[in-house]
């Protein structure tokens, strides 16, 4: 039990029972207060893409979730690969947006692959990390430079790791159900190889590399050896692999259709196993939002692959990890907030005076169901849809100012 004391957007005391006059009181005794959560993979579709999704709605999904902060991925159109469009992002975002949005910039000009965004000249312009997730660079030979520019810097290269080769126009996980449905498979392999490359890679030219949507037990193998050996390698899951398998796609719904596609039992229980021994280091949403039109289109060869998560997040990893009692709270919460801004280098994620007072409060008590009519995001194709789940963020709190309250945005 403590007190927060915020004066002009900023911590400026915690304590047993501060003794303050003409100060706002909010009571959440019984809930637990944690730094704002910070999403280091959201996809907020501006510019580009409004019928998905845009600053507003994106940021107060986040906000319903208890997420203070976004990196924004720069899979838009056009693709953020150019100081102009980092600034577009940023001012956009604080003019439309209740929630601090960061700006990835793309790794290779307009996604291609092939050629290196002008790295110093992006940073200077506001972008915080570098990924063309979305795509994977199948060049090494430019991943390898890209590792190499950044290191300069000092920034994170996110990773999106598939070999498309391998994938070949597959749909979901290779194995029993993608036989018994009769869809092509994707291997495995057509994450893992490229997760072992980027390591390799990372290795040899001493620079900094997170792998991005971790799907496989395989990876996890593979990060686990890699930071064993002293790699710098970071990784993520998002929660939507903590209660999902391949299991779920026998009926071919198009809300579970994603890259890297939905593993088996044992790939589930993999990830948690990395996430309980630090292997993976964040949870992060890759909230991809797709309009329904989109997602109604053929399940095999025309709905796009991607889902919505950012108003589900808490709740699914506190179904999943903290009311199961595999993990503590404390230990889910870092890979939250302390670990994504350690590793992404961001001014955020404690609970500390003179720190911005980004906050949530949460009930870890609280049992709900999901109903994605009731988003705040403007797409739906959401794997939790229907299900119960149990915790949830009471209020959410930017700069000292509520946004969110017991589910309603209150700006
Ligand atoms: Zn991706």
């Known amino acids: 039990m403590a007190d927060i004391l915020i004066e002009d957007g900023k911590i400026s005391s915690i304590g047993e029972s501060i003794t303050v006059t003409d100060a706002e009181v909010i009571d959440v005794s019984g809930k637990v207060v944690a730094p704002g959560l910070i999403d280091v993979h959201a996809h907020l579709r501006d510019p ?7 600053f507003r709605s994106g940021t107060r999904s986040a906000a319903v979730g208890g997420f203070t902060t976004l990196l924004a991925m720069p899979n838009t159109n056009p693709v953020c690969d150019h100081p102009v469009v980092v600034e577009y992002v940023l001012a956009k975002s604080k003019r439309e947006g209740i929630v601090n949005v960061l700006p990835y910039s793309s790794i290779t000009v307009g996604q291609q692959g092939e050629k290196l965004v002008p790295m110093k000249a992006v ?8 990924s063309d997730d979305g795509q994977p660079i199948m060049n090494g030979g430019v991943m390898r430079e890209a590792l190499t520019q950044a290191k300069e810097i000092d920034k994170v290269l996110a990773v999106h790791c598939e070999d498309r080769g391998i994938t070949a126009g597959g749909v979901i996980n290779e194995g029993y159900v993608s036989r018994r449905v009769g869809v092509k498979g994707i291997p495995y392999t057509s994450e893992a190889v490229m997760v072992g490359r980027d390591i390799l890679l990372a290795e040899e030219t001493a620079s900094k590399v997170h792998i991005c ?3 496989c037990a395989r990876s996890v193998e ?21 209660n999902t398998t391949d299991e779920n796609l026998e009926t071919c719904q198009s809300r579970f259709k994603i890259k890297p596609p939905f593993g088996t039992r044992a790939d589930l229980e993999a990830l948690k196993e990395g996430l309980s021994d630090g292997t993976i280091d964040i949870i992060a949403t ?5 309009t329904n039109a989109e997602k109604q289109g053929d399940f ?3 709905a796009p692959f991607g889902l919505i998560g950012l108003e589900t997040a808490l709740g699914v990893v506190l179904t999943e990890l903290v009311a199961t009692n595999y993990m503590s709270v404390s230990d889910v919460l870092k890979t939250l907030t302390c670990n994504p801004a350690r590793i992404f280098g961001l001014d955020k994620g404690t609970l500390s005076i003179g ?6 409060v949460i009930d870890l008590d609280h049992e709900w169901f999901v109903d994605a009519e009731k988003f705040q995001s403007k797409s739906r194709n959401c794997p939790q849809h229907g299900r119960r789940l149990r915790g949830k963020a009471f209020l ?8 969110m309250r017991e589910g309603t945005i209150v700006v």
């Open 355 to 360: 720190k911005d007072a980004d906050i949530v």
């Open 396 to 403: 959410t709190m930017v700069k000292g100012q509520v946004i």
């Open 213 to 215: 949507h971790v799907g």
């Open 48 to 54: 580009g893409f409004p019928e998905r999704e845009d």
């Open 300 to 302: 095999a060869t025309e």
């Open 123 to 130: 940073v200077e312009a506001g972008a915080v990390a570098f």
């Open 286 to 290: 890759d909230h991809a939002p797709y």
């Open 222 to 242: 593979l990060i686990r050896e890699g930071k064993k050996r002293g790699v710098q390698v970071t990784a993520e899951v998002n929660p939507h692999y903590l």
